[in-house]
Structure formats: C-alpha cells, structure tokens
C-alpha cells in the first residue's frame, strides 16, 4: 500500500520560508521512479497544481510560484520537497503531495488523470 505523508507546513509572514517534505512508502519499485509533485487548494477556491518533478529531474511550476518554488527528490530517501521563499498572502492553502500512478512518467505527461496517490495535506498559512 503506497502511502505519502506530508509535512513541514506551518504559519510565516510574507515573505518567509518554509520546506515541505512528503515521505513515500510502500511502493513496487523506487519512489524515484515515480513522477511527483504538490497541489494546493484555498478554502472557496479549485485545487491548483504547483510543481512537479519526474524520474528524469525535469520539472514544471505553476506561473505564480515560479522563481520563488523549488521542488525536488531525494530518491535515497524517498522523499519529495517543496522549498517555498518569499512567501506570500494568496499561497496560503493545504498542500497535497501526490504520485502517479505508473513508473517513469514524464512531467510532461503529468495530469491529475494519471496521479495514482495522495497524501492527506499539510496547511501553509501566510500572513501579511
């Protein structure tokens, strides 16, 4: 049973920091094998995706965190990150991290009809 459990969320300032980490488990081949990435969704709004990271090391950010987002994995660790600076007011949300479904898939590919896992969410709250 794979499972993935976020953590690292908390409340900052704008313009502050914080490491989202998801911790993968239970899955057939290696967690780096995988395509990876983290949504987020505001109470009253739509789920947004934020990034995403494949086997490969590419990587895909929404316009509104771009330059401020980095995702990344530790494949040893099994492990994906979601490093956030410069914080704003409007990224407050529950972040999800989430798998696909299949190996080896491509950020290019990556959809929400080929995400396979979810983790339960952690809250990131930013204040002004």
């Known amino acids: 049973q794979v499972q993935l459990v976020e953590s690292g969320g908390g409340s900052v300032q704008a313009g502050g920091s914080l490491r989202l980490s998801c911790a993968a488990s239970?899955?057939?081949?290696?967690?780096?094998?995988?395509?990876m990435g983290w949504f987020r969704q505001a109470p009253g709004k739509e789920r947004e995706e934020v990034a995403a990271i494949d086997s490969y090391g590419s990587t895909t950010y929404a316009d509104s965190v771009t330059g401020r987002f980095t995702i990344s994995k530790d494949n040893a660790e099994n492990t994906l990150y979601l490093q956030m600076n410069n914080l704003k007011p409007e990224d407050t949300a529950m972040y999800y991290c989430a798998a696909s479904r299949d190996p080896w898939l491509r950020v290019r590919s990556w959809e929400a009809s080929r995400i396979g896992y979810w983790g339960q969410g952690t809250q990131v709250t930013v204040s002004s």
């Open positions: 239970g899955y057939r081949y290696s967690a780096g094998t995988y395509c």
